[in-house]
């Protein structure tokens, strides 16, 4: 299932060029290497996420971007401005459900989450998705539960060979630089709280 | 698109550019407002910084040799960094806090851990020299510390790590209920500063991580955070993260103390170095202490709490007014208060939610004052305006978040550049902040500076918080890996900051203090030199008469009686470093000489017009020789 997850540099770029708007009037392609912002400009565009390093080994952010099969989870974390946590020293685990799992949800969830007045819902679901952590998919069977990144708990459960985060399905794991993606097979929704 | 264009960037960029340099310039020759002393982590030392300008004055070697200055290398300051396990010379600095009296900054010492072997150390604030390090037997990781009581009566030690106590041949496994965490409680002399340990605590084995004296109404309380309670010996990223609450250990310091004073606790032997430098002989030595007296927490009733407080909180911070203790869950996105009211009424009403070692555990809702939810993730550590607003820095989404105690609402966030730890508001962590600036100590620095190389200096953030907002106006690079840093207003320091020592008062055994005075003594295969330096040229300058074989100290005292002229002391083949010897001081090298030939020695600190007039030559003769001892200077 490996096959699911296609890292291309491409990907990457595009994004940044995307992301940068007028990157070819700019001097300097690395955005944050620039002056002080002012405290009225944007600073969406700045910090750790928009640093180019083809040397380093990619980060969790850089393996879901280059991934043609997460563009809606990629779309989501740039409308909940997650990028800059997804690129810290963490570690982090990230489960990374694939287009089809979001295709899944019923009709118009996504596009509703993705609207700037539920910024905060969004954001809640995606930290649902991260632990502060980086356990192979084999060592996660020694686990119960996991504390998320929303400050929930999310259960942990093994079928045979199979490990299930929340009910999704671990489909795929691809090692990151700062610690690693589980593809997984379904949406995981965070309980209400 | 998620910026504005080109042109319209860089202009807004500019406007702001010109305000925040008017902020953080400090034109050439004008002087800093707050000085800012900052841990070099693993450089085992404090650097001096001024602000707002990011300045770097003076790095103090504290833990670690520092060849710049022959500390840790010359045979006064050897001694300084003895310890139990024979000579250390590096450490892991960590939190440097400033005396204090009634809960303000005075500006007479700065104490500072060293986490490896654990060490409390304390500098003094007109030298700016280490004058004293005690080691702190029965601890290990000595993390939560070095955190001060608002009269200076403690310097407050605690481990990171729980061990055997007395250290002791047992197996790792059977760490559940047999280790200890010794939460330890120096004195600070009121005079002289000098530290003795009052009493250890012998607390339950889990990892106390970070700590802050009560204050005000709350002075005669200090706080530690734990995590570990589940007592895991592996794997603590997963077993250390098992249970939703971990403890604020709550400890009535004053109820203790006066326990002690009548007679209560249990001495056991120990073994810890208790080295002191004296300024008046130049000199450090080292008293290994052989004895400390425990305590054992349930033997006294009403002296010790646990507040539960969710998910391995690491800082642990209170406010100036002493009401708010709070708890920063580092796995968490919120911020737990505690109120210090709640927490006597919950006492005194008794309202328990069980035990720990026989240790009370206070309901959660009881003492709970509130909860700050920012939205940040990986709550670190909390500073304060002393304006009713609070700090709290965010490792994960790298950013500051200022909020406002009571309300709990958040005002401001400002990201950092990245991974931020510590935050610092000179006297942000008293009874008196000076709430202008905050300094974020950065973990990561990427992109920051020009690039160095796989490392690079970590990055410092300096915001003006004098508005509502937060205003980024400066970044600096820092020495080490700073993790906590203390401020205070320039004019505390700068007014008694010693120039020179006299001459007429150094009572070091081997000083020269008279133009005549030198001279070169035998005794068997031991030489002793004594030298004195002066513009431009050593007394004696020509020594013959030494072998190979012999072990010759060369006492070297500084004539100059002016500032900033400090002369340098350095001979071929030397196997320790060069000294810098301050105007009035004296030091001691030791050159063991291998080779037979005319050896020179130099000035290694530029002094004069004639600093390369500045040498000698010292002959040095087989080991059979007859050659008589003589000096001479000029003949």
Redesign the interface.
Known sequence: MKSTIKLTALGFALLLA?????KE??QNT???????????????????AF?E?DGSTPNVLQIAIGSEDHTTLVAAVQAASLE??LV???P?MVFAPTNAAFDALPEGTVEDLLKPENK?AL?NIL?YHVT??N?SKDFLK??KKL?Q???QNVPVDVKGEDVFIGGAKIIGSVPAGNGIVHVVDKVILPPSQ | ???????Q?QS??G???SS?AEKVYVAPGEQDEYYAFLSGGYSGNLTVYGLPSGRMFKEIPVFSQFPTSGYGYSEETKPMLNTSHGFVPWDDAHHPDISQTNGELDGRWIFINGNNTPRIARISLSTFETEEIIEVPNSAGNHSSSFITENTEYVVAGTRFAVPVPQRDMPINEYKGNFKGALTFISVAPETGEMDIKFQLLMPGFNYDLSHPGRGKSHGWFFFTTYNTEEANSLL??NA?QNDKDFIAAINWKKIEEYVNNGGGTKIPANYAHNVYEEETHTGTTTMKKEVLTVDPTKVPGAVYFLPTP?SPHGCDVDPTGEYIIGNGK????LTVHSFDKMLAAIESEKFDGEAYGIPILKFEDIMAGQVKS?G??PLHTEFDGKGNAYTTF????EVVKWKLGTWEVIDR??T???VGHLMIPGGNSRKPFGKYVVAMN??T???YLPTGPEMEHSAQLYDISGD?M?????FPTHGEPHYAAGCPAELLAPKSKKIYRLDENKHPYAVTTADGSKVVRDGNEVHVYMSMIRSHFTPDNIEGIKVGDKVYFHITNHEQDFDVPHGFTILGQNTSELLIMPGQTKTSVWEPKQVGVWPFYCTDFCSALHQEMQGYVRVSPANSNIELKWSLGE
């Open positions: 995307l992301s940068m708007g007028c009037k700019s690395t955005t944050a290497a620039e002056p002080e912002e002012s405290t009225t400009v944007v600073e969406s565009n700045k910090g750790q640093i390093d800059n946590a810290n020293a963490g982090l905060d954001a930290k502060p952590g356990y020694k686990f504390g990144a929303n400050n | 698109m998620l910026i504005s264009c080109g042109q960037n807004s960029n406007a702001l550019s925040a990223e997963v993260s998910k796995l968490s996105a919120d939205g993730l990986g490792f994960i989404s790298s400002k990201p550049y990245y991974s973990k990561i990427k992109d920051r907002k205003e980024l106006i400066y970044d």
